[in-house]
């Protein structure tokens, strides 16, 4: 779960945004390197 806070740097909704990217990204390499095939 996200629960982000807003601040001067960002809104909840680009900070969700971010973190689906990162999460995404993150379980792409782990699958990679783990010997899955794109």
């Known amino acids: 779960a ?3 806070i807003e601040d ?3 809104t909840v909704e680009y900070r969700v945004r ?3 990217v990162l999460a995404k990204r ?3 390499i782990a ?3 783990a010997g899955g095939k794109k």
């Open 31 to 33: 699958f990679e390197r």
């Open 26 to 28: 993150a379980a792409n």
């Open 18 to 20: 971010v973190a689906g």
């Open 8 to 10: 001067k740097r960002g």
């Open 2 to 4: 996200c629960n982000p």
